[in-house]
């Protein structure tokens, strides 16, 4: 009698592994916010090291220069030789500190790819997306001087943190001050505000928790409790207005499908702010 042939087993499976487990749209949010904290953190104080060691070099230089020897090696004298950075100097910081905390956001974490760039580019050819830019900006203006001056009828006037930086930049640099506040600024706060953090929850489906979280962030960048004489109900009311700012802007992003009409309407924003500080003496 024949033997009939082996017939050959499959090879065992392998048992299947578990997919890895999707980070939620909110755990991301805040995975970026911490990112972007500890970044601008790092960034300003790797500035902040930068000037003091350019002041170093300027105050030992004119020491030596002028016969003096080096300071005294005490922290105290050490930094009244140093001094305080300036305008200038404390614009700079700022723009190295939060725009490459912005960049670094949006290159790592939310880089548009080609058909969100395509897009934008198809928005900016509308011209609804300019008219919306144009009511938006003029909403915010006039909603937070109304808010302004409904807070004043109680006794509430706060002193933004910036004030006295802006006012003295207007002062001695001004052209330099209209292109950070009017350009620079308007593209990394969008870019990092908007973009990243706001835009991750609208992708996800989200866009209301985005609009509140990413507008709570905006409002505590601006304003942090301790860094003024503001007392709580200036500070809210400052909240408040930037608060009203990020939402707007938010909403205007998911309404033209644009970041560049968001990065517009606030760059008109904070064109008005400084001509009514300069023209009219607001704050």
């Not at 911490?34 to 105050?59: D, E, H, K, M, N």
């Not at 900006?137 to 004043?152: C, Q, R």
């Not at 009203?244 to 968001?262: E, S």
Request: aromatic residues 10%; positive net charge; proline residues 7%.
């Amino acid at each position: 009698m024949s033997a009939s042939a082996p017939v050959s087993a499959p090879p065992p499976v392998p048992p299947a592994s578990a997919a890895p487990r999707a980070v939620s749209p909110l755990a991301g949010f805040f995975i970026d916010l911490g990112i972007a904290a500890v970044t601008l953190f790092g960034l300003s104080l790797i500035s902040g090291l930068l000037w003091g060691l350019y002041r170093g070099v300027v105050v030992g230089y004119a020491n030596a220069q002028a016969g003096a020897g080096a300071p005294e090696a005490s922290s105290v004298s050490v930094a009244a030789s140093l001094g305080q950075p300036g305008a200038l100097a404390q614009i700079l910081m700022a723009l190295f500190a939060t725009g490459g905390a912005a960049l670094l956001l949006y290159f790592w974490r939310r880089p548009a790819n080609a058909g969100e760039r395509h897009a934008s580019r198809q928005a900016l050819r509308r011209p609804s997306t300019w008219g919306w830019t144009l009511l938006v900006a003029t909403l915010i203006v006039l909603g937070s001087n109304g808010i302004a001056f409904l807070a004043k009828q109680f006794g509430v006037e706060p002193v933004p943190t910036n004030l006295a930086l802006m006012q003295s930049a207007i002062a001695r640099f001004p052209l330099f001050l209209v292109l950070f506040a009017v350009v620079l600024a308007p593209a990394y706060e969008e870019l990092l505000f908007r973009r990243v953090l706001f835009g991750r929850l609208w992708k996800a489906g989200r866009p209301w928790l985005g609009v509140v979280l990413s507008s709570l962030a905006f409002a505590l960048i601006h304003e942090i409790p301790g860094t003024s004489a503001n007392g709580p109900a200036e500070i809210a009311q400052l909240w408040l207005v930037y608060g009203g700012m990020g939402a707007a802007f938010c909403w205007l992003y998911q309404r033209t499908g644009t970041l560049w009409a968001a990065i517009t309407a606030h760059a008109l924003n904070n064109a008005v702010a400084l001509a009514a500080m300069v023209f009219l003496g607001s704050t």
